[in-house]
Every structure is written in C-alpha cells, then in structure tokens.
C-alpha cells in the first residue's frame, strides 16, 4: 500500500503542509504517526483531496466543455422559446375565433319596453 509523508501528500494533492497536518489534527484524514513525521495512505489522502493532475489542460478542457455545454443549452432555450410562440400564437387565434363565435350569438337589442301611457 502506497504511503506519503506529510510534504509528499502535500506535493502530490497540491495543498500545503499546514493544510494536510491541520486535517489530520481535526480527523478529517486519518494518518499514522511515525516519529516526529506522518504516515499518510493514498486512498486515505485522494479520498479526502483529489489528486493533482496537470491543471492547465484541464482547465482548458474544463472551459472547452463548459462552452459547449453553454450552446447547447442556448440552442435548447431557443427550440422552447419557438414553441412558446407557437403556442402563444395559437392560443389567440383560438380566442379571437371564440370572440367571434359570442358576438354572432348576442340576440339583438329589444325595442325598449313602452308603458300604457306611451301606447300610441
């Protein structure tokens, strides 16, 4: 089983030495002593802090796919946006036909009521 020192560990997750002793202090990763040092495990170390790969072309992809996943997501909020219209589109033909249909039905206006003294 592999093991760091506590200066290895630090190199190899890229934090600092008073990082990884402060997580070891507070339980966080558990480590052996061994002397005036530590004994730190690797799975016990990537499982707190991931391991450090080279973080340029990671970043770089990282970017890369965040971008890609941008317009994708525009492209897909575009397509709703369309079908929003459309659908807002029919929704009021629908409603100008219905105001239609009312004012066909309306009976029309009565004569106005005349009373016995207006009989002519």
Do not use: C, H
Not at 10 to 25: H, L, Q, Y
Not at 70 to 88: G, I, Y
């Amino acid at each position: 089983m592999a093991t760091f020192s506590l200066t290895a560990a630090a190199k190899e997750v890229g934090k600092s030495k008073p990082t990884i002793s402060k997580a070891i202090k507070i339980g966080r990763l558990s480590a052996r002593r061994v002397g005036n040092g530590y004994e730190i495990d690797a799975s016990e170390l990537f499982r707190v802090y991931p391991k450090v790969t080279q973080s340029e072309p990671t970043k770089e992809t990282t970017s890369s796919n965040a971008v890609n996943l941008l317009e994708l997501e525009a492209k897909m909020l575009r397509e709703q946006l369309d079908r929003e219209r459309d659908t807002v589109e029919d929704l009021r033909k629908r409603l100008d036909r219905a105001d239609r249909l009312i004012e066909d039905q309306r009976p029309a206006q009565p004569a106005p009521r005349k009373w016995f003294w207006q009989r002519g």
